[in-house]
């Protein structure tokens, strides 16, 4: 029994198919000894993917910018998805896929191109954020980013996110929302959004912070419903004035941010309350989710 999972589900490592409970690895791997490695995390909803081709594309590029050379092309991780998702119980799964650069000598200097990377991908049940959740929203604190400078790239090596993270837990809070240099980035494990006279706004996308999949849906959902965006360099100071805080990722979709160190976000009369722009971004969330439930096969 490994603490938090559910059964004995079945995984994927370099090729074979077993119960998660004998997947092992060697510890030399350079996943365990350096956090050597990228990885990704698909929602699926009815047994199907949502974006899954934009997930692959993240893929790819994280993989390019660390040099590491797979051979699986895009219908190889297709079908790995795929029969995971079969062989696993569950309408509703997140599927996570690592890749690293595989076992060798202890070495910081990449290993001989010939070592394989290991491949490893599993399902786990997904409880999308419950209505109670979307209706009164979630509390955030406000954090330094203390990460490297290539969030961009969607590495294992994740310790200042797990500390972020933590941070906010033990503040009885959900998520950190992170600071560089006086700047908004985004979350530990989020991206992070705020609502001004109607106008969503975002950070830039670049080597600071993790295009989410939801990044680029959250621009097409505005642009459907009209509520233009800014994508721009937002200084902490703007924080306090928000009329409306949105947070977006895999798990969490899109959720309202409610509190951040404490103080109620939005104007006064509704302050503490998920706003109208989320409302509406979140009907049309929704809106896809449900296409994608009853599309044909
Ligand atoms: C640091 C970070 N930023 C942003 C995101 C959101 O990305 P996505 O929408 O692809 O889940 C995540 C997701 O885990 C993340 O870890």
Same mark, same amino acid.
């Given at each position: 029994?490994?603490?938090?999972?559910?059964?004995?589900?079945?995984?994927?490592?370099?090729?074979?198919? /077993?119960?998660?409970?004998?997947?092992?690895?060697?510890?030399?791997?350079?996943?365990?000894?350096?956090?050597?490695?990228?990885?990704?995390?698909?929602?699926? @909803?009815?047994?199907?993917?949502?974006?899954?081709?934009?997930?692959?594309?993240? /893929?790819?590029?994280?993989?390019?910018?660390?040099?590491?050379?797979?051979?699986?092309?895009?219908?190889?991780?297709?079908?790995?998805?795929?029969?995971?998702?079969?062989?696993?119980?569950?309408?509703?799964?997140? /599927? +996570?896929?690592?890749?690293?650069?595989?076992?060798?000598?202890?070495?910081?200097?990449?290993?001989?191109?010939?070592?394989?990377?290991?491949?490893?991908?599993?399902?786990?049940?997904?409880?999308?954020?419950? =209505?109670?959740?979307?209706?009164?929203?979630?509390?955030?604190?406000?954090?330094?980013?203390?990460?490297?400078?290539?969030?961009?790239?969607?590495?294992?090596?994740?310790?200042?996110?797990?500390?972020?993270?933590?941070?906010?837990?033990?503040?009885?809070?959900?998520?950190?929302?992170?600071?560089?240099?006086?700047?908004?980035?985004?979350?530990?494990?989020?991206?992070?959004?705020?609502?001004?006279?109607?106008?969503?706004?975002?950070?830039?996308?670049?080597?600071?912070?993790?295009?989410?999949?939801? @990044?680029?849906?959250?621009?097409?959902?505005?642009?459907? /419903?009209?509520?233009?965006? =800014?994508?721009?360099?937002?200084?902490?100071?703007?924080?306090?004035?928000?009329?409306?805080?949105?947070?977006?990722?895999?798990?969490?979709?899109?959720?309202?941010?409610?509190?951040?160190?404490?103080?109620?976000?939005?104007?006064?009369?509704?302050?503490?309350?998920?706003?109208?722009? @989320? =409302?509406?971004?979140?009907?049309? +969330?929704?809106?896809?989710?449900?296409?994608?439930?009853?599309?044909?096969?």
């Amino acid at each position: 029994m490994i603490q938090g999972v559910q059964g004995n589900p079945t995984v994927y490592l370099n090729g074979d198919w /077993l119960p998660l409970s004998e997947a092992k690895i060697s510890v030399l791997d350079r996943g365990f000894i350096f956090g050597d490695g990228i990885y990704e995390v698909v929602p699926v @909803y009815s047994k199907r993917t949502f974006r899954l081709e934009s997930h692959l594309a993240r /893929l790819q590029r994280s993989l390019a910018a660390i040099q590491i050379h797979c051979s699986m092309q895009l219908q190889d991780w297709n079908a790995i998805f795929t029969e995971l998702i079969q062989r696993n119980k569950g309408d509703d799964q997140f /599927l +996570y896929l690592q890749v690293t650069r595989g076992v060798a000598k202890r070495d910081h200097a990449f290993p001989d191109p010939a070592v394989a990377p290991t491949i490893f991908a599993m399902s786990s049940p997904f409880h999308p954020p419950s =209505q109670e959740l979307r209706e009164t929203g979630i509390s955030v604190v406000s954090q330094p980013d203390e990460r490297w400078l290539h969030c961009d790239i969607k590495s294992t090596a994740l310790l200042g996110n797990v500390l972020a993270r933590q941070a906010a837990i033990d503040r009885g809070a959900a998520e950190s929302v992170l600071f560089r240099d006086g700047f908004l980035t985004e979350g530990a494990a989020s991206n992070i959004w705020i609502v001004k006279d109607g106008i969503l706004h975002a950070p830039i996308k670049n080597h600071l912070i993790l295009e989410g999949i939801r @990044y680029g849906l959250m621009q097409e959902i505005a642009e459907s /419903l009209h509520i233009p965006v =800014q994508i721009r360099r937002i200084r902490q100071q703007e924080i306090p004035q928000a009329d409306e805080l949105l947070l977006t990722s895999a798990t969490k979709e899109v959720l309202p941010i409610v509190r951040i160190d404490q103080r109620p976000v939005g104007p006064e009369g509704h302050a503490g309350k998920p706003g109208p722009i @989320y =409302q509406k971004i979140r009907q049309a +969330y929704d809106r896809l989710i449900q296409k994608l439930r009853s599309a044909d096969q």
